[in-house]
Structures are given as C-alpha cells and as structure tokens.
C-alpha cells in the first residue's frame, strides 16, 4: 500500500500532498511537486523567479553547513542561505554536516527562524563535503547516519532525507535505503543515481518499483520522492502514471532548460515573457543585495543562459551580458536588444 496524507506523520506534508491533489479527481493520485535544493542556485531570489514562472508546491534552502550554523563566528557566513521573503512561500531548510551534536543544535534554531520542516542532506557527490564526513558519504558511514536523523529528531519539525542509490555503486540502495526508511522519516527524496555516476549515465528508472516496495513494505507513512532527468510536470505526471506509488517529483537541472518547468498545461512562451524573468531576478538580486545579505554580481552569470536560449543569436546576447559588471548594465542591453531581437536586427546592436 503507497503512502498517502492521511498516513503522513507530518501535518506540514499532509498539506503539501492535499494541496498538489486540489482539483483533481480523488481516485488519480497527482504527485506533488518540488525543486531541488542547489547550491548557489536556489536562494531566496531564485525561487521568487520560479514563483513568478510557474510554482511548484515545495521549495527547499540551498544546503546549508550545520556545523557553521551553530558556530559562534561562522553563523553569520550562512545566513544569506537561509534567509526568505515575507513574501515568500516558506522553504524546507535543507542542511547538512557530520556531526550530530552540530545537527541537533542547528535544527533547534529553524523553528525560531519560521521554518516548518527540515532536510538532511546524504547525497550531495562535492567532493569538499564528502572530505567533511558529509552528503553522500554518510552512504558509507550508516551508523554515523542513523544518530544524525535522530539528532535531527530532536526539534518538532519534521525531518526529511535526501540521498541517491548508493556512493559506488547503485545496487547498493538494496541495503541503504531499507536503512534510512526504518528510522521513520517524512520524505525520503532519491536521487536515482550513485555518488560515482554523478549526472554521467541516465536516472535508473529501474529500480522505482523495488524501492516504492521497500517503502511499502517498511515505513507506508514515509513519502517517497525521485529525483533525476525529470524536465518538466509533465514528464514527472508520466512517471507518476507509470509507477502509482510515487508520492512527490523532485525537479533540478530541468529549470535551467525551462524556467515555466511547473506549469500545469504546457504553452509556448515568448522571448520578452523570458526577459521579464531576467529582469526580475535582476530587481530582486538588488533587493536582497541591499537588505539582506551582499552578494556577487558574478554569480549572477550563470542565470543568463536559462532566459536566453532558443532564438538566433541569443549566445551573441549572453556573450554581451557575460562582459557586464553591474546589473544597471544588463539592463541596458536588455532593453536594447530586445526590440531589435523581436525586428531580427539583433546584428546592429552587436556589431
């Protein structure tokens, strides 16, 4: 039997899973959908832009370094990874470390800080946290894993996994997995990959069903997610149809190919619809410059490419817009190029 919101222990995802299911017949089980947490991409600016785009029903924290959360000096290095908008849909606060004691204390402050429900990071493949005892190498350290979820437990929020199929190789999920589900966690997201594979060979699909099995078989109130390859809601929708058991969607480098990626019926959109994406992250990238926390106009850059795409010379554009310093600068360009963009006279302006 899959889980469903009356199961769930948490009311947080009782919600999620009842809000993705409104308007839709009772009897065909509709997933909910989330993006994924990435680093130096799903910041409080970022996921404002895909509200805006299309929202999903989750948003998560870029990962966040528990032990410096908990730090007396280093707290203040992760506040801007934590920080969100009144505005703002409320995250889950992904974290991350390999040290209990260091878990234990940083999800004691979510709650003070507005957050309604954590993640513990057990897959990300950096090679910086797996030297720190953290992400998906807590796969090969699975005692070190138990005593991180319950020291996660010791804050009311409820507690999520994220994680992949094994670190060398991913049949290891046969064991690995069996053991995150016994300790009776929320949602159990799958990256369908091992730690080895990174994002080099297709998503194994393959073992969906023996893993909803498991589930089924050894925690029913946990939600099972996947994660990888997933472009769009309707290929997630597909997935779901072909593998019932599936509770949530979790999507990731599909946005950067399609920020309207969660819309619910698929439509065409212009280049001034996905200018106006930029220029919102522009406006918010300011906003949260000046209020919040500082950030680099640099890593503004790596955005530029998930608008401008798919029409002639639009690597031209991003070429010009990757010699800017300051977003002023875009700006201009923008407004520049776009109507000569739209009268295929592009060449004049970058000339």
């Not at 947080?12 to 809000?19: D, E, M, S």
């Not at 849909?89 to 992904?94: C, F, K, L, N, S």
């Not at 997201?189 to 699909?205: I, N």
């Given at each position: 039997m899959s889980a469903t919101f009356n199961q769930s222990q948490s009311s947080?995802?009782?919600?999620?899973?009842?809000?993705a299911q409104k308007g839709h017949d009772q009897a065909q089980k509709i997933p909910f959908f989330s993006l994924a947490p990435m680093e130096a991409v799903t910041d409080t600016i970022f996921r404002r832009v895909v509200e805006k785009a299309a929202s999903p029903d989750v948003y998560y924290t870029e990962f966040t370094n528990a032990s410096s959360m908990v730090h007396p000096k280093a707290k203040f290095?992760?506040?801007?990874?934590?920080?969100?908008?009144?505005?703002?849909?409320?995250?889950?606060?992904?974290?991350w470390g390999?040290?209990?004691?260091?878990?234990?204390?940083?999800?004691?402050?979510?709650?003070?800080m507005g957050y309604q429900a954590v993640d513990l990071n057990m897959g990300c493949p950096d090679g910086t946290v797996i030297k720190n005892g953290g992400g998906s190498d807590l796969i090969r350290h699975q005692d070190l894993a138990c005593d991180i979820i319950s020291a996660a437990k010791s804050t009311p929020l409820p507690v999520s996994v994220k994680t992949r199929l094994g670190f060398n190789s991913p049949l290891e999920f046969r064991?690995?997995?069996?053991?995150?589900l016994r300790q009776d966690v929320a949602v159990l997201?799958?990256?369908?990959?091992?730690?080895?594979?990174?994002?080099?060979?297709?998503?194994?699909?393959e073992y969906i069903d023996e893993i909803l099995a498991m589930r089924d078989e050894l925690a029913p109130k946990t939600l099972i997610q996947f994660n990888g390859?997933?472009?769009?809601?309707?290929?997630?929708?597909?997935?779901a149809k072909a593998h019932p058991g599936i509770d949530g969607i979790m999507i990731g480098r599909g946005i950067f190919e399609n920020p309207f990626a969660f819309e619910k019926v698929q439509q065409s959109h212009t280049l001034r619809e996905s200018i106006e994406l930029l220029k919102c992250q522009l406006t918010l990238f300011d906003e949260v410059n000046a209020t919040v926390t500082p950030k680099h106009f640099e890593a503004l850059k790596r955005f530029f490419k998930i608008y401008l795409r798919g029409f002639p010379h639009a690597s031209g554009?991003?070429?010009?817009?990757?010699?800017?310093?300051?977003?002023?600068e875009v700006r201009t360009i923008l407004d520049e190029a776009v109507p000569q963009i739209e009268t295929r006279d592009l060449d004049k302006i970058m000339a």
């Open positions: 947080y995802w009782q919600q999620i899973v009842q809000n290095s992760v506040q801007g990874r934590l920080a969100y908008m009144p505005d703002e849909q409320i995250p889950v606060a992904q974290i390999s040290r209990p004691d260091d878990i234990a204390g940083a999800v004691k402050l979510l709650p003070e064991e690995w997995l069996p053991l995150i997201t799958v990256h369908l990959r091992s730690r080895k594979e990174m994002s080099k060979v297709p998503a194994h699909y390859d997933i472009k769009d809601r309707q290929e997630g929708l597909a997935l554009l991003r070429q010009a817009l990757m010699e800017t310093h300051a977003t002023d």
